[in-house]
């Protein structure tokens, strides 16, 4: 499986959310059934890019960042006010980039990626 590709802004100050659902393949133009999440964890970094040590943003399930919905197959990512307000945007729109990794035992899925625009906050 490929990664799904998705741009996300993150606007600074404010609280992100992210919602989806993982399915199986779509077949004839109709949507697949959710995959189980039962036993998943799961974790999203944000990094100017690729190659950068550090990361401007950190959520994981465990940290309760990121909601997984079970059977549902429901993925739910949030990054508190507090969060975002704490990324040094440097009073200018920052460009970096993210993905979505979903853990069931050893194996790793990279379920989305892309690249992110972080906007600066004008009312502290």
Do not use: C
């Amino acid at each position: 499986m490929t990664a799904g590709s998705h741009d996300i802004t993150i606007e600074q100050g404010a609280t992100f959310r992210l919602s989806l659902i993982w399915r199986e393949p779509t077949v004839n133009e109709v949507a697949g059934d959710p995959i189980d999440l039962t036993g998943y964890t799961a974790r999203m970094q944000v990094r100017r890019k690729h190659t950068s040590d550090t990361t401007i943003l950190s959520l994981t399930s465990a940290g309760g960042d990121i909601t997984l919905g079970g059977a549902a197959g429901t993925i739910v990512v949030v990054a508190t006010a507090a969060a975002t307000a704490a990324i040094d945007t440097d009073n200018k729109t920052l460009s970096a980039v993210y993905d979505l990794e979903l853990i069931n035992g050893s194996t790793v899925t990279r379920l989305l990626e892309g690249s992110v625009t972080i906007t600066p906050e004008v009312t502290r």
